[in-house]
């Protein structure tokens, strides 16, 4: 089975419902043990996986209706996520939320910052520039079109734990960026106005592109602050 969760930069399907209503919809076949066993990542894919399509949203037809469907009803956060990206939750049934939504950004960067602590944590590395190089080190060559689910998981964490690094010794903050960056994902530095794209220079060196190093931006910035 298509690991259909971690597809990050494209749709799942696209139909028309009996309404004449335009669907893109987004599956998520895993059962809520196995979300709720990595919920920061959980929470960072569902947020993207809902967030970039807007951006191809036809101008001169309605809006789609985002859905994200599901096999089994997913835990309250994933739901929350959902809802705050502005989405449809489907089971058999639609499972309208209770309440406001919450601020998707403050989701993502939550979420961002667990994955980071949660790498550190697990991999013994620390939250330093030496602890982002052995993770970059050890982050291996995987193309997406061979193995879909490990090339986003190396390449959401490899950005995630280089963002919170930039934001522990800079200053910073991830932002929802549709304009600059390729899964509307960015990093805004405290004294550069112009967007990072963490996960663009990511997916560069997950797809075996040595020269392109985020240790090596890290640095490069903390030259530049230095200055």
Do not use: K, N
Not at 115 to 142: H, K, S
Not at 146 to 157: G, N, Q
Not at 191 to 216: F, N, W
């Amino acid at each position: 089975m298509p690991a259909l969760f971690s597809s990050l930069d494209c749709v799942d399907l696209v139909y028309t419902d009996p309404a004449g209503r335009t669907r893109w919809l987004q599956t998520d076949h895993r059962r809520p043990a196995h979300i709720e066993a990595e919920p920061e990542l959980s929470l960072i894919y569902a947020a993207l996986r809902l967030r970039s399509p807007r951006r191809d949203f036809p101008i001169d037809a309605p809006p789609p209706v985002l859905e994200y469907r599901c096999q089994h009803l997913p835990p309250a956060f994933l739901r929350a996520a959902i809802a705050a990206a502005g989405a449809e939750l489907w089971t058999d049934v639609h499972h309208p939320f209770a309440g406001v939504p919450p601020d998707l950004t403050a989701i993502v960067r939550l979420a961002l910052a667990g994955l980071a602590t949660r790498i550190a944590r697990d991999r013994g590395l620390g939250r330093d520039l030496a602890g982002l190089a052995q993770l970059e080190q050890a982050t291996p060559i995987v193309l997406r079109d061979a193995d879909e689910l490990r090339h986003w998981r190396a390449v959401v964490e490899l950005a995630a734990f280089a963002g919170e690094l930039l934001r522990a010794r800079h200053g910073g903050r991830w932002i929802l960026d549709d304009e600059h960056a390729a899964l509307s994902l960015a990093f805004l530095a405290a004294d550069d106005p112009t967007p990072i794209d963490l996960i663009e220079l990511a997916i560069q060196r997950v797809e075996g592109d040595a020269s392109t190093s985020l240790a090596a931006l890290v640095t490069a910035v903390s030259g530049r602050s230095l200055s």
